[in-house]
């Protein structure tokens, strides 16, 4: 008995040092930290919603116009969309097993959710600035 155990590992992976603790920890804890700025402001943004409700497009202007209510929305749009591109880019390399069609999701996947940041910032400094 030499002791020696056999590695599960690639030998090209092992020579080129990746592995399980390669770029997916980083992303691992990027995700967290998106989820808890999520969960840190959700609740604000409930209350916004229902604070606004009934009211006219003037007064729900003026209110996310307010430097505290524009930065907190513009930390959740990014928290949110960040978030969203993360757990998508989990899922299609996860479960798509075909490799054009991952690298197709993956930028369709980015390219909305860049968009979408973006029309939500122009749209908040937008409120911010004309108001």
């Known amino acids: 008995m030499s002791g020696h155990q056999p590695s599960m590992r690639d030998p090209l992976a092992r020579a080129r040092g990746i592995g399980a603790s390669g770029s997916g920890v980083s ?3 990027i995700q967290r930290i998106s ?9 604000w943004f409930v209350w916004l919603v229902i604070a ?3 009211a006219d497009q003037a007064s729900v202007r003026a209110m996310l116009a307010q430097p505290v ?11 949110l969309f960040w ?8 899922v299609i390399e996860d479960y798509v097993h075909t490799r054009w069609v991952e690298l197709a999701l993956l930028a369709l996947v980015d390219f909305v959710c860049i968009l979408a940041t973006l029309a939500c ?11």
């Open 27 to 29: 992303h691992w804890w």
């Open 35 to 43: 989820s808890v700025a999520l969960a840190l402001l959700t609740p």
């Open 52 to 54: 606004s409700a009934g």
């Open 69 to 79: 209510h524009a930065t907190l929305m513009l930390g959740f749009v990014i928290a």
């Open 83 to 90: 978030h969203t591109k993360l757990g998508l880019q989990v």
């Open 121 to 131: 910032v122009l749209a908040v400094g937008r409120m911010v600035f004309t108001a």
